[in-house]
């Protein structure tokens, strides 16, 4: 398969994600946390505990399932497309970075802090 159809594949791929992902953000319960700054997005493409002291059971459990399905999506994607697992995940941070409102937490690198969305 050339580059170009490889590319092409992949962000029909991330689109579809991206549609699917907005059902998984209709949650309540994970936009509340996110709203307080419980949990935030991650660089990786997942939802990553900000303040574990103020996470519940039924928030972990939540946050769980979200990224479980993140990742089954992100695994389809890959497959589809031949692009790595994590650089699938990588591009739907960067996409999920920028749809992020501001005052959501934000976690760029696996070794930077959290940070608010400006």
């Known amino acids: 398969m050339n580059m170009l159809k490889k590319i092409a594949m992949w962000f029909a791929a991330v689109f579809a994600a991206t549609t699917l992902m907005t059902a998984w953000?209709?949650?309540?319960?994970?936009?509340?946390?996110k709203a307080m700054?419980?949990?935030?997005?991650?660089?990786?493409?997942?939802i990553g505990i900000v303040d574990q002291s103020r996470?519940?059971?039924d928030l972990q459990r939540r946050?769980?399932?979200?990224n479980n399905g993140?990742?089954?999506?992100?695994?389809?994607?890959?497959?589809?497309?031949?692009v790595a697992l994590?650089?699938?995940g990588i591009?739907?941070?960067?996409?999920?970075?920028?749809?992020?409102?501001?005052?959501d937490m934000l976690k760029p690198g696996?070794?930077?802090?959290?940070?608010q969305k400006p």
């Open 86 to 88: 994590a650089d699938v």
């Open 25 to 33: 953000a209709a949650d309540p319960v994970i936009d509340q946390a």
């Open 91 to 103: 591009g739907m941070g960067e996409k999920l970075f920028a749809r992020a409102e501001s005052g």
């Open 70 to 82: 993140r990742l089954g999506q992100y695994k389809e994607i890959a497959d589809r497309t031949g």
């Open 63 to 66: 946050v769980d399932q979200v």
């Open 110 to 115: 696996p070794s930077d802090p959290w940070a």
């Open 55 to 57: 996470v519940t059971p």
């Open 37 to 46: 700054g419980v949990i935030g997005e991650k660089y990786d493409g997942y």
